[in-house]
């Protein structure tokens, strides 16, 4: 939520930054919980693409409002069923996937995405909305189970990100939160509370950390949120970094 709040009053100044470098940037945005949405109310390729500050403002904020405290998945629509958060980890992993084969990328573009996450990862054929391990997702009891199903492996989503030659920059937690912290998620886990870097600043089952397998870098989501490390200011400064420097893939 705080992210898609900075990034709302902040974006204007990315926009103006990367046309600076380089006339008719162009921008999108995949929303994700259990499953993603590639949003297309922009004013491009049928509305997958940004190219205007007000446009991903209004995203960000519809995301915000209708998704992050409903705990509703934004691949289900507004009619979708809220409190469907039945594990701590979030599928970054496929709308990786996405914004890398689905988003229409210009053939000599400077490819970069922005991740911001809380949390790791889980990889097909788990499934998101199976709180407990058992195959099924039928409960209804808090937290309630959905079929969820991850979509993508890392193996596959770090293929896709390097085929088409785009550097990922992480915001995410650089280490768990104490067991009395607030900002726990109060739902199960598929994986140990130790484990939610992995995939980004730690490996993932033995895996290189996928900024780190793209050439990308992370940073500390928690500084983000202590107001000790500006998001617009670090992406832009990650934007200038890929133009000038091309991955080395």
């Known amino acids: 939520g705080f992210v898609l709040d900075q990034l709302e009053t902040g974006i204007g100044q990315v926009v103006t930054a990367a046309n600076n470098l380089a006339p008719d940037a162009h921008f999108g945005l995949v929303a994700y919980v259990d499953n993603h949405k590639l949003d297309d109310t922009g004013d491009l390729e049928n509305g997958l693409v940004h190219t205007q500050a ?3 403002q209004a995203a960000f904020a519809h995301y915000r409002q209708n998704y992050t405290n409903p705990n509703r998945n934004p691949g289900d629509g507004l009619s979708g069923p809220e409190t ?3 594990i701590c980890e979030e599928n970054a992993l496929d709308a990786l996937y996405a914004a890398a084969v689905d988003f229409p990328w210009r053939t000599n573009a400077t490819r970069v995405i922005i991740v911001a996450t809380d949390d790791t990862f889980i990889e097909a054929p788990d499934n998101y909305g199976d709180r407990d391990g058992d195959g099924d997702w039928d409960s209804t009891d808090f ?8 979509l993508k492996t890392l193996s596959e989503t770090v293929t896709a990100l390097t085929g088409n030659r785009i550097r990922v920059f992480g915001f995410t937690r650089l280490e768990a939160p104490g067991p009395f ?3 726990r998620c109060g739902t199960p ?16 089952n033995g895996a290189p950390p996928i900024p780190t397998a793209t050439d990308g870098n992370n940073f500390d989501l928690d ?5 000790n490390l500006s998001l617009e200011d670090t992406i832009n400064n990650v934007v ?3 133009y ?3 991955p080395v893939l």
């Not at 500084?223 to 107001?227: I, L």
């Open 143 to 150: 937290p309630r189970e959905g079929n969820y199903p991850a």
């Open 223 to 227: 500084e983000v949120k202590d107001g």
């Open 189 to 204: 886990r598929r994986k140990d509370w130790s484990q939610i870097t992995d995939g980004w600043s730690t490996p993932y």
């Open 181 to 183: 912290s607030l900002s």
């Open 240 to 242: 200038v970094d890929s």
């Open 84 to 86: 469907q958060n039945p």
């Open 54 to 56: 007000s446009t991903l």
């Open 244 to 246: 000038c420097n091309p």
